[in-house]
């Protein structure tokens, strides 16, 4: 079998060539992880002696951050800046499922005398891992942490696009002292090696991130041994923006929240919804800040973003590009590839920004995933809730206004698993992560990242059986 060349999206230089799995070998995953969870010593590790593995785990994260921040660039294309910002999240991750692993979760049941009842919470068992390309070792560490703290084992399947990180991840952990078996890593493609993890009745539990329609496939395969699961995926996702706004800030968060990583972001701002009354005023500026968005290199410390990661996925921004023309949307910026001749060897494509946008174009209604804003406008606060909830999706979504009464009412009525108020992008490992409607099912991240890897177990002890004469 040929070797899957893994290449730099900047330049599509060949970063690595590696040989994916066969279904032999990630059944023989699946198996591995079972037996470690059967039969290992894995099981016997208390909770203590798990978050110190974790914490190891989060210290050779920062010996190594120089290494891995140079290889999840070259591998996807955004900046070394966000690439470092992304392992210190990713030890902040790991850090904070250690103090989740070694405290006493245990709940008593006050049920009355000569009883002892309590809740205790296990692991599932073999917990399949399917991660993004977009955000590979952020995204392994938001599933990779509670599962290990939970004390479940495991088969992490990064995206073929963008695997290097997931790698050197599992070798830190390794180098961390877990027992064999706990931690596999199957290397492929999802339609080749997927089935063949997700359907499998030794597996316990499938955690995805990515595309709907691979989300909907995986709920199907699960169906059968009625696994648990976990699906993150993607959002279509309102940034409102009230006429009180504080201008500077909201110019700039909309620029952030949708242009970072060049828009390949789940969370990213792509709806800008502005009131009339800001409309003229805020669009121009957006565009012409957009337009001086330096693209480059992501090691390059002057790149202010890097490009798609992939020709295949540029090739579909740019259908999502013309069908907005062809339905009747304004293209005040953007819209095509960069001249430059230094990046014509990438995959870039630039910030591009529609107005005139309707709440019916499919650019408004489908995830673009690029570096694609669009602006819709609105005059009442019952008007922009309602274009804000006006999605398939219900992943992130902000409002921006100087009044905190309407930030929050605004807020409490978008149907969306993260509001920010006068901010866009923030997370926290202690906040959940997740989405309403077809954004997914469960959370990452808080104590409910940790409950998804867990089963709740009622143990009543009678202390003092005495007969009860039923049947007597």
Same mark, same amino acid.
């Not at 010996?63 to 030890?91: C, F, H, M, Q, Y």
């Not at 199907?220 to 309102?238: C, F, Q, S, W, Y």
């Given at each position: 079998m040929?070797?899957?060349?893994?290449i730099?999206p900047?330049?599509?230089?060949i970063?690595?060539?590696?040989?994916d799995?066969?279904?032999?070998?990630?059944?023989?995953?699946?198996?591995?992880?079972?037996?470690a969870?059967?039969?290992?010593?894995?099981?016997?590790?208390?909770?203590?002696?798990?978050?110190?593995?974790?914490?190891?785990?989060?210290?050779?994260?920062?010996?190594?951050?120089?290494?891995?921040?140079?290889w999840?660039?070259?591998?996807?294309g955004?900046?070394?800046?966000?690439?470092?910002?992304?392992?210190?999240?990713?030890?902040?991750?790991?850090?904070?499922?250690?103090?989740?692993a070694?405290?006493?979760?245990?709940?008593?049941?006050?049920?009355?005398?000569n009883?002892?009842?309590?809740?205790?919470?296990?692991?599932?068992g073999?917990?399949?891992?399917?991660?993004?390309?977009?955000?590979?070792?952020?995204?392994?560490?938001?599933?990779?942490?509670?599962?290990?703290?939970?004390?479940n084992?495991?088969?992490?399947?990064?995206?073929?696009?963008?695997?290097?990180?997931?790698?050197?991840?599992?070798?830190?952990?390794?180098?961390?002292?877990?027992?064999?078996g706990?931690?596999?890593?199957?290397?492929?493609a999802?339609p080749?090696?997927?089935?063949?993890?997700?359907?499998?009745?030794?597996?316990?539990?499938?955690?995805f991130?990515?595309g709907?329609?691979?989300g909907?496939?995986?709920?199907?395969a699960?169906?059968?041994?009625?696994?648990?699961?976990?699906?993150?995926?993607g959002?279509?996702?309102?940034?409102?923006?009230?006429?009180?706004?504080?201008?500077e800030?909201?110019?700039?968060?909309?620029?952030t929240?949708?242009f970072?990583?060049?828009?390949?972001?789940?969370s990213?701002?792509?709806?800008?919804?502005?009131?009339?009354?800001?409309?003229?005023?805020?669009?121009?500026?957006?565009?012409?800040?957009?337009?001086?968005?330096?693209?480059?290199?992501?090691l390059?410390?002057?790149?202010?973003?890097?490009?798609?990661?992939?020709?295949?996925?540029?090739?579909?921004?740019?259908?999502?590009?013309?069908?907005?023309?062809?339905?009747?949307?304004?293209?005040l910026?953007?819209?095509?590839?960069?001249?430059?001749?230094?990046?014509?060897a990438?995959?870039?494509?630039?910030?591009?920004?529609f107005d005139?946008?309707?709440?019916?174009?499919?650019?408004v209604?489908?995830?673009?995933? $690029?570096?694609? #804003?669009?602006?819709?406008?609105?005059? %009442?606060?019952? +008007? &922009?809730?309602?274009?804000?909830?006006? =999605? !398939?999706y219900?992943?992130?979504?902000?409002?921006?206004?100087?009044?905190?009464?309407?930030g929050?009412?605004?807020?409490?009525?978008?149907r969306?698993?993260t509001?920010?108020?006068?901010?866009?992008?923030p997370?926290?490992p202690?906040?959940?992560?997740?989405?309403?409607?077809?954004?997914?099912? $469960?959370?990452e #991240?808080?104590?409910?990242?940790?409950? %998804?890897?867990? +089963? &709740?177990?009622?143990?009543?002890?009678? =202390? !003092?059986?005495?007969?009860?004469?039923?049947f007597?």
């Amino acid at each position: 079998m040929p070797k899957r060349e893994i290449i730099n999206p900047f330049n599509q230089a060949i970063i690595a060539k590696l040989d994916d799995a066969t279904e032999e070998e990630a059944r023989a995953a699946v198996l591995a992880a079972r037996a470690a969870f059967d039969a290992g010593e894995w099981p016997q590790w208390t909770g203590p002696r798990r978050a110190a593995l974790l914490r190891r785990v989060a210290e050779l994260l920062v010996r190594n951050k120089s290494d891995l921040a140079r290889w999840e660039t070259v591998d996807t294309g955004k900046t070394i800046v966000e690439s470092e910002i992304d392992i210190d999240d990713v030890v902040s991750v790991f850090r904070y499922y250690a103090g989740l692993a070694e405290q006493d979760h245990t709940r008593t049941v006050d049920v009355g005398p000569n009883v002892v009842s309590k809740v205790v919470y296990e692991p599932v068992g073999v917990c399949v891992l399917i991660t993004p390309w977009n955000y590979p070792l952020l995204q392994a560490s938001w599933k990779i942490a509670p599962a290990l703290a939970a004390g479940n084992t495991m088969v992490v399947k990064p995206s073929e696009v963008t695997p290097m990180t997931t790698i050197k991840l599992v070798e830190l952990i390794e180098e961390a002292g877990v027992p064999a078996g706990v931690v596999n890593l199957v290397l492929g493609a999802g339609p080749e090696v997927g089935p063949v993890l997700t359907s499998a009745p030794e597996v316990d539990l499938v955690s995805f991130t990515g595309g709907l329609s691979t989300g909907q496939s995986i709920m199907r395969a699960a169906a059968d041994t009625v696994k648990k699961i976990a699906l993150e995926l993607g959002g279509k996702n309102p940034n409102i923006v009230f006429a009180d706004a504080p201008f500077e800030a909201a110019v700039d968060h909309a620029l952030t929240g949708v242009f970072l990583h060049a828009g390949q972001v789940c969370s990213a701002g792509t709806r800008l919804i502005v009131h009339a009354d800001l409309h003229d005023e805020f669009v121009a500026e957006l565009v012409r800040r957009a337009e001086t968005i330096q693209l480059g290199n992501g090691l390059a410390p002057d790149s202010r973003s890097g490009p798609l990661v992939s020709a295949e996925h540029r090739a579909k921004v740019e259908r999502h590009v013309a069908q907005a023309i062809v339905e009747g949307a304004t293209l005040l910026t953007g819209g095509r590839r960069p001249d430059d001749p230094n990046l014509a060897a990438g995959f870039f494509y630039l910030p591009t920004i529609f107005d005139n946008c309707r709440r019916d174009m499919s650019i408004v209604q489908e995830e673009t995933f $690029g570096p694609i #804003l669009t602006v819709e406008t609105f005059t %009442e606060e019952d +008007e &922009a809730v309602a274009l804000g909830n006006d =999605t !398939d999706y219900g992943l992130a979504g902000a409002v921006w206004t100087a009044d905190r009464e309407r930030g929050r009412r605004v807020a409490g009525r978008l149907r969306h698993g993260t509001v920010w108020i006068n901010d866009f992008g923030p997370y926290v490992p202690q906040a959940e992560w997740g989405g309403f409607k077809r954004s997914g099912i $469960g959370r990452e #991240l808080g104590p409910s990242g940790l409950a %998804e890897y867990q +089963e &709740a177990k009622h143990v009543y002890e009678n =202390t !003092d059986p005495q007969p009860e004469n039923w049947f007597a």
